[in-house]
């Protein structure tokens, strides 16, 4: 089961940043948050993890509340390119599996 | 750097009949599998996943099962294939522990 709640879609201005919101209020203190998105066809691409630090890579900036019940997904200049569909999953549980949930349908508008 | 292949890309069937998606990995020793179908406008679901040779675990019932002959080698098959096996799978893998999954270009099967 998805243990994560997305708005299923958002839209965004070419150039600006995309700040993408994740709910995972039941998250435990071992589990990890991670992110994926998924372009039209294609599998998922890893985006970034985090545990409940900040975290920043070359693609993204990943924003942890301190309580870890929720997290936001930054794409500080959103291009055409990133217009895709963003997962949010929290890895725990039996395995460590991921679980994804249904996303959020991101528009980069020109 | 490892890679990860999928076939056939698409593949049309009709109802009843045989099913298999073939996956595997380059690049890298002992990885875990997994085995994920997407319906059409919905996300992902897993259906199996392996941490060796010979060892499935599934997700859900249904009717699909999973084979893993070889480290790098990850197979889905059907005996008899229904109109709601129809869907895009993907194959991924990752490494031990919390490591991230990366994923395959996908297999788009319609049964028809």
């Known amino acids: 089961d998805a243990k994560t709640t997305q708005p299923p879609s958002m839209d965004c201005a070419e150039g600006r940043a995309a700040n993408l919101p994740c709910n995972h209020s039941t998250i435990s203190g071992n589990e990890y948050v991670y992110w994926y998105r998924q372009i039209h066809s294609q599998g998922p691409q890893y985006i970034i993890h985090?545990?409940?630090n900040n975290e920043t890579n070359e693609m993204a900036s990943l924003i942890i509340t301190e309580d870890r019940k929720s997290s936001t997904l930054i794409l500080p200049h959103a291009t055409l390119r990133d217009t895709a569909v963003y997962y949010c999953i929290v890895r725990g549980g039996p395995g460590n599996q991921f679980y994804f949930g249904t996303g959020t349908s991101l528009t980069v508008i020109p | 750097s490892q890679t990860i292949h999928q076939w056939p890309a698409t593949l049309v069937q009709p109802v009843g009949s045989p099913l298999s998606l073939e996956c595997t990995v380059e690049g890298t020793s002992n990885p875990n599998l997994y085995w994920y179908r997407q319906a059409a406008g919905r996300g992902l679901q897993l259906l199996f996943y392996s941490v060796g040779i010979g060892q499935i675990s599934s997700e859900v019932p249904q009717n699909l099962s999973a084979s893993r002959p070889q480290d790098r080698q990850f197979i889905l098959s059907s005996k008899k294939l229904l109109l709601s096996d129809s869907g895009f799978y993907l194959c991924?893998?990752?490494?031990?522990?919390?490591?991230?999954?990366?994923f395959g270009p996908g297999t788009r099967l319609t049964v028809t």
């Open positions: 991924a893998w990752s490494g031990v522990g919390l490591s991230e999954q990366y």
């Open positions: 985090g545990l409940k």
